[in-house]
């Protein structure tokens, strides 16, 4: 396989060019934008991101919370010591303990599911090209050594101003 | 033109060539300021070293003044970054060239959490006190409804919090900067460009990572400031309340908690301004940055005052022992003239300048303000942790103050901890500034390719994209 990097100054040509790829037959599955800052979603007509990001803090909220009320009413329980007839547990500082636990799972967490979403390190780099950071849109996709030339056309075609190439 | 055949104030490309080429380089009195400040940090860690080899850790008194300046600290610099996550949360769009201004007082967190260290030797155990622990003694000496245990209470559970508060401070600094290190990255040259190229992590800018990114500065931003209003409120009661016998109010955390959004804006206005005027910025920052903040500036300055009074009408209508005690400690007895100067420059200086439209509606009255309010802020946390720490280590378990002790004045190793942390503080932004562009790009390139300038009837005005 090959990836292929079309070159676009023009936000709106990079829009038509996916359209371009589409009637090519590739799906919306199959190209990706590189863009330099965020973009509104579907504003290249593609595919909608999916990730599970949100899902991170609460499991680590959920784990921390219950790690913490372990340690706060286990230890207690193992070594119950009743001084003056008091109950052995107190809620005020277990609440400070839970929230503790709770805010170091849900942080820990988000960093843990930022480097999972992100796929940090990602050791096999996609094509790039500096002049992303100009303001240029790179649409870039994999296709079959034999297609390489037919993708290029249709990108050149659309507007691209360069196609790179990546074995 | 812009890119979408406006009139635009600077392209994306102009704004990008422009914060590379000022980023590449140092100016000499940038450089300057970095010796003043690294100089006078030294000192700092000198007078620390001169205080810890003369007065031990034994007394806290000697220390009052390093407390007050890590709560000065976590209050200033610790609290920035919640401008830019709350003006995130809200998408407001006068936002984009204050964020980075904001978040990189991440850095500052690290010095903050190695200043708090020594206070941990500061502050005896919960056990026996009237603490937010509410931990009693075996055999019991205070009465309290359980026997629970918290080992190591309260240092381990607080430094847990300042760390972790530190941690997402740094995450959120880190993360936020990723695609701007990719610049650094494509555009930059020898060691900037190295830096970028780690710091980057392979950012290419596919949708999906900026979906992931996007959703990952939101998280770790609501994280954040729930980590700031905990560390605040902490850090207040246990290494400053509960150390005071009799001082006993429900309301101190949550004025705290103000201040600190107080003066976390009033830091990012104010290095605002000190980098649109001597770094030349004004093509970038406007005159609506500065607006936009007055109005919340004025609004958290007016909440300091109730916040405050609610606490203030509570000790002086109660007339209790007790509360006439604290209230003399505070702030009508050894420390009047400082409570009277923080009041005056908490509340009342800055409420008078931001009163008005004209001043609110410029880029001179709200940096003003914002000075005030530091001043204030360094005044207030002085009265009230010089005042706490003053209090003996046999006191602190009683009732209430039988004796206010007398002032504490500061000596030359407290002026030297004192200033050698502020000018800490500004030298590790410097450093910061150097390897991360002092402005979101980012942000900003969004920014300049959702706003345009158009012309309407006889005049221009401008309209702005609202993805969502």
Same mark, same amino acid.
Request: glycine residues 8%; positive net charge; proline residues 5%.
């Given at each position: 396989?090959?990836?292929? %990097?079309?070159?676009?100054?023009?936000?709106?040509?990079?829009?038509?060019?996916?359209?371009?790829?589409?009637?090519?037959?590739?799906?919306?599955?199959?190209?990706?934008?590189?863009?330099?800052?965020?973009?509104?979603?579907?504003?290249?007509?593609?595919? *909608?991101?999916?990730?599970?990001?949100?899902?991170?803090?609460?499991?680590?909220?959920? %784990?921390?919370?219950?790690?913490?009320?372990? %340690?706060?009413?286990?230890?207690?329980?193992?070594?119950?010591? *009743?001084?003056?007839?008091?109950?052995?547990?107190?809620?005020?500082?277990?609440?400070?303990?839970?929230?503790?636990?709770?805010?170091?799972?849900?942080?820990?967490?988000? *960093?843990?599911?930022?480097?999972?979403?992100?796929?940090?390190?990602?050791?096999?780099?996609?094509?790039?090209?500096?002049?992303?950071?100009?303001?240029?849109?790179?649409?870039? %996709?994999?296709?079959?050594?034999?297609? *390489?030339?037919?993708?290029?056309?249709?990108?050149?075609?659309?507007?691209?101003?360069?196609?790179?190439?990546?074995? | 033109?812009?890119?979408?055949?406006?009139?635009?104030?600077?392209?994306? /490309?102009?704004?990008?060539?422009?914060?590379?080429? @000022?980023?590449?380089?140092?100016? +000499?009195?940038?450089?300057?300021?970095?010796?003043?400040?690294?100089?006078?940090?030294?000192?700092?860690?000198?007078?620390?070293?001169?205080?810890?080899?003369?007065?031990?850790?034994?007394?806290?008194?000697?220390?009052?003044?390093?407390?007050?300046?890590?709560?000065?600290?976590?209050?200033?610099?610790?609290?920035?970054?919640?401008? &830019?996550?709350?003006?995130?949360?809200?998408?407001?769009?006068?936002?984009?060239?204050?964020?980075?201004?904001?978040?990189?007082?991440?850095?500052?967190?690290?010095?903050?959490?190695?200043? $708090?260290?020594?206070?941990?030797?500061?502050?005896?155990?919960?056990?026996?006190?009237?603490?937010?622990?509410?931990?009693?003694?075996?055999?019991?000496?205070?009465?309290?409804?359980?026997?629970?245990?918290?080992?190591?209470?309260?240092?381990?559970?607080?430094?847990?919090?300042?760390?972790?508060?530190?941690?997402?401070?740094?995450?959120?600094?880190?993360?936020?900067?990723?695609?701007?290190?990719?610049?650094? @990255?494509?555009?930059?040259?020898?060691?900037?460009?190295?830096?970028?190229? @780690?710091?980057?992590?392979?950012?290419?800018?596919?949708?999906?990572?900026?979906?992931?990114?996007?959703?990952?500065?939101?998280?770790?931003?609501?994280?954040?400031?729930?980590?700031?209003?905990?560390?605040?409120?902490?850090? !207040?009661?246990?290494?400053?309340?509960?150390?005071?016998?009799?001082?006993?109010?429900?309301?101190?955390?949550?004025?705290?908690?103000?201040?600190?959004?107080?003066?976390?804006?009033?830091?990012?206005?104010?290095?605002?301004?000190?980098?649109?005027?001597?770094?030349?910025?004004?093509?970038?920052?406007?005159?609506?940055? $500065?607006?936009?903040?007055?109005?919340?500036?004025?609004?958290?300055?007016?909440?300091?005052?109730? #916040?405050?009074?609610?606490? $203030?009408?509570? $000790?002086?209508?109660?007339?209790?022992?007790?509360?006439?005690?604290?209230?003399?400690?505070?702030?009508?007895?050894?420390?009047?003239?400082?409570?009277?100067?923080?009041?005056?420059? !908490? #509340?009342?200086?800055?409420?008078?300048?931001?009163?008005?439209?004209?001043?609110?509606?410029?880029?001179?009255?709200?940096?003003? &303000?914002?000075?005030?309010?530091?001043?204030?802020?360094?005044?207030?946390?002085?009265?009230?942790?010089?005042?706490?720490?003053?209090?003996?280590?046999?006191?602190?378990?009683?009732?209430?103050? /039988?004796?206010?002790?007398?002032?504490?004045? +500061?000596?030359?190793?407290?002026?030297?901890?004192?200033?050698?942390?502020?000018?800490?503080?500004?030298?590790?932004?410097?450093?910061?500034?150097?390897?991360?562009?002092?402005?979101?790009?980012?942000?900003?390139? /969004?920014?300049?390719?959702?706003?345009?300038?158009?012309?309407?009837?006889?005049?221009?005005?401008?309209?702005?994209?609202?993805?969502?």
């Amino acid at each position: 396989m090959v990836q292929i %990097l079309g070159l676009f100054k023009q936000a709106e040509v990079a829009a038509n060019a996916t359209e371009a790829l589409q009637q090519a037959g590739y799906t919306n599955q199959q190209f990706e934008l590189l863009t330099d800052h965020p973009y509104p979603d579907g504003a290249f007509g593609e595919r *909608v991101t999916k990730h599970r990001l949100y899902v991170f803090p609460f499991i680590g909220a959920l %784990l921390g919370f219950s790690v913490a009320l372990l %340690l706060t009413t286990a230890t207690q329980a193992a070594y119950p010591m *009743v001084t003056g007839g008091k109950p052995i547990l107190g809620l005020p500082p277990m609440i400070i303990i839970a929230y503790e636990g709770t805010m170091l799972g849900a942080i820990l967490f988000t *960093v843990l599911g930022i480097f999972f979403e992100s796929r940090i390190p990602n050791f096999k780099a996609g094509i790039y090209d500096p002049r992303i950071t100009e303001g240029y849109i790179g649409i870039t %996709l994999d296709c079959a050594t034999e297609r *390489v030339n037919a993708v290029e056309q249709v990108l050149r075609r659309a507007g691209a101003e360069d196609v790179l190439t990546k074995e | 033109m812009h890119s979408n055949g406006h009139l635009a104030e600077v392209t994306e /490309e102009e704004f990008t060539q422009d914060v590379l080429g @000022r980023h590449a380089t140092t100016g +000499p009195r940038y450089r300057r300021l970095m010796w003043i400040t690294g100089l006078l940090f030294v000192m700092g860690i000198a007078g620390f070293v001169l205080r810890a080899v003369t007065s031990g850790f034994d007394e806290r008194e000697p220390w009052g003044y390093f407390a007050a300046t890590v709560a000065f600290l976590i209050t200033t610099a610790g609290a920035a970054p919640v401008v &830019a996550v709350a003006l995130r949360l809200v998408k407001a769009h006068w936002r984009r060239a204050m964020t980075r201004i904001a978040e990189m007082y991440a850095a500052v967190g690290v010095l903050t959490l190695l200043m $708090f260290i020594p206070l941990l030797f500061l502050v005896p155990s919960a056990a026996g006190r009237r603490t937010l622990w509410f931990q009693d003694t075996d055999p019991p000496t205070l009465g309290l409804h359980s026997s629970l245990i918290i080992p190591g209470a309260p240092h381990v559970w607080v430094t847990l919090q300042i760390a972790l508060f530190v941690l997402v401070s740094l995450a959120l600094l880190r993360l936020s900067a990723r695609p701007d290190m990719a610049v650094l @990255r494509a555009r930059a040259s020898g060691r900037l460009a190295a830096w970028g190229r @780690r710091m980057s992590a392979g950012w290419l800018g596919t949708q999906k990572q900026w979906t992931v990114f996007q959703v990952g500065v939101g998280a770790l931003g609501a994280l954040f400031f729930i980590m700031l209003i905990g560390t605040v409120t902490l850090y !207040c009661i246990d290494f400053g309340m509960t150390l005071v016998p009799g001082w006993r109010d429900s309301i101190f955390a949550a004025q705290q908690s103000v201040n600190a959004l107080q003066g976390g804006l009033a830091t990012t206005v104010l290095t605002l301004w000190l980098v649109r005027r001597y770094g030349k910025l004004e093509k970038y920052i406007h005159m609506e940055h $500065f607006w936009g903040a007055s109005k919340i500036l004025l609004a958290l300055t007016l909440l300091w005052f109730y #916040f405050w009074w609610s606490a $203030f009408i509570i $000790f002086w209508y109660g007339r209790q022992p007790a509360e006439q005690a604290v209230l003399q400690l505070l702030m009508f007895g050894p420390y009047r003239y400082v409570f009277i100067l923080a009041f005056v420059f !908490c #509340f009342i200086a800055p409420f008078l300048t931001l009163l008005w439209n004209g001043v609110r509606r410029s880029t001179w009255g709200p940096p003003l &303000a914002s000075a005030f309010i530091l001043i204030g802020i360094l005044l207030d946390k002085t009265r009230l942790y010089v005042a706490a720490y003053s209090v003996p280590n046999d006191e602190i378990t009683a009732h209430l103050l /039988e004796k206010v002790p007398p002032t504490n004045y +500061p000596d030359i190793i407290d002026l030297m901890m004192v200033v050698g942390a502020i000018s800490g503080a500004v030298f590790v932004y410097l450093v910061v500034a150097r390897v991360i562009p002092v402005f979101s790009m980012w942000e900003m390139t /969004e920014g300049i390719r959702l706003r345009a300038v158009r012309p309407f009837l006889k005049t221009k005005m401008v309209v702005l994209g609202k993805p969502d």
